[in-house]
């Protein structure tokens, strides 16, 4: 079984393409440019593993880090 | 707008694509995928003399090294065109470079985000609902002219707060300007006089009774040290968002219908899984990304190990990076729920663009609604599908006919 999952979206990289907030909108909130952050702390709650990977891998400018803890 | 083509000033035609390419050639416009196969096989970076010198990425990686490269690579020009005269009428964001272009940008996204487009949704869905009303009955329409091309022209002059009805004059401009420019500066100047002529007129109506529209919003925004924008910034920032936001999402609306016509296995499948839409339009977006952009060569560099030079432009080619197979498996099949998708069919790096949301909002809203009342459709054999020449690639007839086939 593998750990619980976070997530970090590296401000610096995002260009605010949302890709993210429309794959998974429980895990990422925009700001009032656009531009994506993690919800909260960035912890991954059980059940939406594959959304918190899917935003990861459809992110233009691969600014969503994924880690286990 | 194929007829206006023949008044243009011709380029031989294309023997030798590699070390001659042109993406205003016939074929390229008929069907460039193959052209670009070959390019790739090539090398990362092919270039042409054409357009007094210019290269080419044919790679993601190479598209997406000059992409993110602001200090070798300029935004000032953002059309590969025959010509290189000096620089009159700027658009800001679209044509700024660091650092001027972050404060540009800033300006633009709040109106452009997923959340202001949800408001604007229900308006787009009853444009499209009312061009379906004027020719469902025909049983037969030409896509291109009867509805692709209206849902972004109404969408953005209902945001802008512009008439919808002088849609045929945006037509007009932007394809002066995206078209006929490349090769007639003449017919660019031309159209940049005349939209900002109108946006002028829009400016001092304003100026005297102020409305809620986006033109007032730019009208009212302060740049960086708190001062309001010059009248010139704004008419820029305002020719940029008609002319980006028009011709692009004709073109993404109009080749996703192109596709879903000639493939009734997708078509049949968004239409029993109506939820694979967000996938569907990222993938369609992917295969046929409409916007090509340019930079101009600042400084001496290498792209993916090749040599470029001061002096050429760049024909930057996002619709060739996302049929790169090294990135996307099968890139050259439309694989409708593709679950990995980092097409870079809105740009990469700080250019992204403004309008990708509204962009999206467009062809979910105009795909679903044509399906939902012409769920059967294919090419019209009596008719021919054309496509447009140059920066933006889409088609510009589209003669579809309705029901299944007999």
Redo the contacts between chains.
Sequence with gaps: MAGKLKIRVDQDKC?????C???APELFD?D???NAHEVGDGSVPAGLEDKAW?AQ??????AIEVTEE | MSDSASIMPEHPPVADWINDFDHTDPTWTENPFPIWEKLRAASPVVHTERFLGCYMPTTYQAVKEIAYDTEHFSSRRVIVRDVRPEITARAPPITSDPPEHKPAK?LL??P????AMKKLEPRVRAICNELIDEFIVDGKCDAAARYTKHVPVRAIAHMLGIPEKDGDLFIKWIHGILELGIKDDNALMEAVREMTGYFAGHLEQRKKHPTDDLISTLMKAKDKDGNPLADEHVLGSLRLLLIAGIDTTWSAIGSSLWHLAKTPADRERLVKEPELM?LAV?ELLRAYSPVTMAREVMKETTISGCPVKPGNMVLLSFPAANRDPAMFPDADRVVIDR??????A?G???H?CVG??LA?MEMTVAIEEWLKRIPDFRLDPAGKVTWSEGTVRGPRQLPLLFGKAN
């Design positions: 260009q605010g393409h949302a890709r907030k429309s794959l925009l009032e440019f656009g899917l891998s459809n992110c233009p400018e691969i | 800033q996204l709040p452009f985000t997923p959340d967000p990222e679950k990995e998708n980092r097409h870079a809105f990469l790096g700080i992204r990708s949301n999206r």
